[in-house]
C-alpha cells in the first residue's frame, strides 16, 4: 500500500461542474502540497497547507491532520484545468531534513 | 521574476555516457530540489541541496550527483546512463522548507 494514496485515479467531467480530488495518507506530515501538471510536464504549486483550508480563485485546498485526508475541490471547471493534479506530503525528519512523497495523480479531464 | 529555470529543454545522449543539467532557482529562494519522473509515474525525489551541501537523498545510486553554486544555481549529474534514466527531470526551489516551485523540466532521452 502506497503511503500516499490519491482517487480517483481518472476523472472525466463536463465543463462547469464541480470537482473532487481525494489524498489519503498513513504517515505523519508537517505538510501537504498539491501539484497541477500539464501534458508536457510543466509542474505548478497550486497549495500547501498544513491545516484548515485555502482557497485561491476556484480552487479550494482541504486538509483534517486526524484524518489524515486531504480534498482538492475546482469549482465550474474548464476544459483549461485539464492536468494531472498531484497530492505531496512533506514529512518530517531530523533538524532540517523532511521527506517529500508523491501520491501517483489524478488524471483530470474536463470536456466542453 | 523568471521563475526556476532549466537548461536543456531536451537532450538525448547514449547509454554509457554522462549528462549534466542545470537549474536556476527563482529569485529570493536558497534550496534547490531535484526529482525524477519516468513516463506514466509520478516524480520521485532524488536529492536536495541546501547551503551547497546535500542536505536530503532519497533512494537513487551514486551515479546521481549534484551540485549547488554560490548562487543558489544547482546541477545534477548523471554518469553511466542506462536506458532507465530516460525521464523528465525537475527541479524545484524554495526558501528553506518553504513552498517548493518547479522548473519545466529536462527530458533525457537515452538510447
Known amino acids: 500500500k502506497n503511503e500516499v494514496e490519491q482517487s480517483p485515479q481518472n476523472l472525466t467531467a463536463q465543463e462547469g461542474e464541480f470537482i473532487t480530488i481525494n489524498c489519503s495518507y498513513s504517515?505523519?506530515?508537517?505538510?501537504l502540497h498539491w501539484l497541477q501538471q500539464h501534458p508536457g510536464g510543466g509542474i505548478v504549486s497550486l497549495f500547501m497547507?498544513?491545516?484548515?483550508?485555502k482557497k485561491h480563485g476556484r480552487l479550494i485546498a482541504t486538509i483534517n491532520i486526524q484524518e489524515k485526508h486531504s480534498s482538492l475541490h475546482i469549482t465550474a471547471s474548464h476544459p483549461r484545468d485539464s492536468a494531472v493534479y498531484i497530492c505531496?506530503?512533506?514529512?518530517w525528519g531530523g533538524g532540517s531534513n523532511y521527506k517529500l512523497t508523491f501520491g501517483k495523480g489524478t488524471l483530470l479531464t474536463v470536456n466542453p | 521574476d523568471a521563475g526556476v529555470t532549466q537548461s536543456p529543454t531536451h537532450l538525448i545522449k547514449t547509454r554509457g555516457q554522462q549528462v549534466t543539467l542545470r537549474c536556476s532557482p527563482k529569485?529570493?529562494?536558497?534550496?534547490v530540489s531535484w526529482y525524477q519522473q519516468a513516463l506514466g509515474q509520478g516524480p520521485q525525489f532524488i536529492f536536495q541541496?541546501?547551503?551547497?551541501?546535500?542536505?536530503q537523498r532519497g533512494n537513487f545510486p551514486d551515479r546521481f550527483s549534484g551540485h549547488q553554486f554560490p548562487n543558489y544555481s544547482s546541477e545534477l549529474n548523471v554518469n553511466a546512463l542506462l536506458l532507465g534514466d530516460s525521464a523528465l527531470y525537475l527541479c524545484?526551489?524554495?526558501?528553506?522548507?518553504?513552498?517548493?516551485?518547479f522548473g519545466p523540466g529536462t527530458r533525457l532521452t537515452v538510447l
Open positions: 524545484a526551489s524554495s526558501l528553506g522548507l518553504g513552498e517548493q516551485f
Open positions: 529569485s529570493g529562494h536558497d534550496t
Open positions: 541541496y541546501y547551503e551547497e551541501e546535500e542536505r
Open positions: 504517515v505523519g506530515i508537517s505538510a
Open positions: 497547507l498544513s491545516s484548515g483550508k
Open positions: 505531496v506530503c512533506r514529512g
